[in-house]
């Protein structure tokens, strides 16, 4: 190609650009939905906390599922003001305790309708929401009402596998990564610093 028709054509691309760029005036959070069976969708949303915090945004983070074991994302930006509640059963299907889990869930999830409801923090992570919504640990009903009804500045992050078809719904950006290889399945062990 020459350098005269490449210049064209990224010409006609920078307009379209800049067309959408001039279109997109709204200011507001937005609700965006990290889902599907591949890996990536928490370390993307703390990758975004990373960025708020750069930004001097105040962010909260609900950590459904994790346990209390040490993590990196908590151990870099805990000491940057970000609030972690977890919920620190570890994995469901290690504590195969329903009413446990459950319990464990709602008291979470209070926190976490508390950070909904808080017009100081400009992002909120709900990481593996989704389960808790799958195993009817948490009413649909209510997550949505909570979503709906935050600040409206507030952004949202909730991640996890299966998400409710109504929260995608409602979302703004809903991407769903898809697994093409991992290293799990050749038998390499999770390490820390790169899968938690």
């Known amino acids: 190609m020459s350098d005269e028709r490449h210049r064209e054509r990224q010409q006609r691309l920078k307009e379209k650009v800049d067309a959408r760029v001039a279109q997109a005036q709204e200011e507001r959070g937005i609700l965006i939905v990290l889902t599907g069976n591949g890996k990536g969708k928490t370390t993307a949303a703390f990758g975004t906390a990373a960025r708020a915090v750069g930004h001097g945004k105040k962010v909260g983070a609900i950590q459904f ?48 309708k508390r950070m909904l409801s808080d017009a100081a923090l400009g992002l909120v992570i709900l990481d593996e929401l989704t389960y808790m919504v799958a195993y009817d640990y948490l009413p649909l009903e209510e997550v949505l009402t909570a979503l709906r009804e935050r600040p409206r500045h507030q952004t949202v992050i909730v991640t996890g596998r299966g998400c409710h078809r109504e929260i995608m719904d409602i979302a703004d950006t809903v991407s769903e990564i898809r697994p093409v290889k991992h290293a799990f399945d050749a038998g390499v062990k999770a390490q820390p610093g790169i899968d938690y």
């Not at 000491?79 to 299907?93: C, K, R």
Request: aromatic letters at 10%.
């Open 65 to 112: 599922i994790k346990g209390d074991w040490p993590n990196g994302e908590r151990n870099l930006l805990e000491p940057h003001g970000v609030e972690f509640q977890v919920m620190a059963t570890g994995f469901t299907w290690n504590t195969q305790d329903r009413d446990s889990d459950t319990a464990a869930c709602l008291a979470v999830w209070q926190h976490a």
